[in-house]
């Protein structure tokens, strides 16, 4: 393998697993990026070293099955700090507005939030599971993804006996349909197809 062409799967790599978010499977990190076994140890390897040689907040977590971008643990007290924050603060308009989608249509798989919001979710989905308001289960369709839904308590704390009851539900139902199906996205499928939503 030549440095440029090193240069460019380290590039690659590092942007799969930035937007995957959680573990993935050295097998699913082989099948995307086109590498055999041996090509991927090197380049996760070279990766790892990469961030723990520069001064970078991330490094590298894996065993021989998974591999996750992670922050470095000498940094914990200061995001520590700012999850409280947040978690003390009032919900955001952007976790507002993730929260709506995954109280509508879940389950949902984190991929198909995304690409409704057209941004990474990875910290509003843990922001708003550690305050109660969403959770996640193993999808049964598709290996290694989640789905996530409202959480009985937030549906309580509506006011509401089932989420069927959100105002104008079916109304909401309608129009997602129309837009997926007019962009060419047929459930949860569509989302993940490159890689599983881990997260």
Do not use: C, W
């Not at 380049?43 to 021989?64: N, P, S, W």
């Not at 952007?94 to 109280?103: K, P, Y």
């Not at 009851?165 to 569509?190: H, I």
């Amino acid at each position: 393998m030549s440095p440029q062409n090193l240069e460019e799967k380290l590039a690659r790599l590092e942007a799969l697993l930035f937007v995957h978010g959680e573990p993935l499977q050295l097998k699913k990190i082989q099948a995307v990026l086109g590498l055999k076994k041996d090509e991927a140890d090197v380049v996760i390897g070279e990766f790892r070293k990469k961030l723990d040689a520069g001064e970078r907040g991330l490094t590298l977590v894996y065993d021989k099955e998974k591999v996750q971008l992670t922050t470095k643990p000498e940094f914990s007290k200061v995001l520590e700090s700012f999850i409280k924050e947040e978690l003390s603060l009032d919900l955001t308009p952007a976790s507002l507005e993730a929260l709506s989608i995954v109280a509508y249509f879940g389950p949902i798989t984190r991929n198909r939030l995304e690409y409704l919001r057209g941004v990474n979710s990875v910290f509003i989905l843990r922001i708003l599971m550690l305050r109660g308001l969403i959770e996640r289960f193993p999808s049964t369709e598709y290996p290694n993804a989640f789905l996530y839904q409202p959480t009985f308590n937030l549906i309580k704390h509506l006011g509401l006996r089932r989420k069927e009851d959100l105002p104008d539900y079916e109304k909401f139902q309608l129009l997602l349909k129309t837009f997926e199906s007019q962009n060419a996205v047929v459930g949860p499928s569509k989302e993940t197809s490159s890689f599983s939503d881990a997260g």
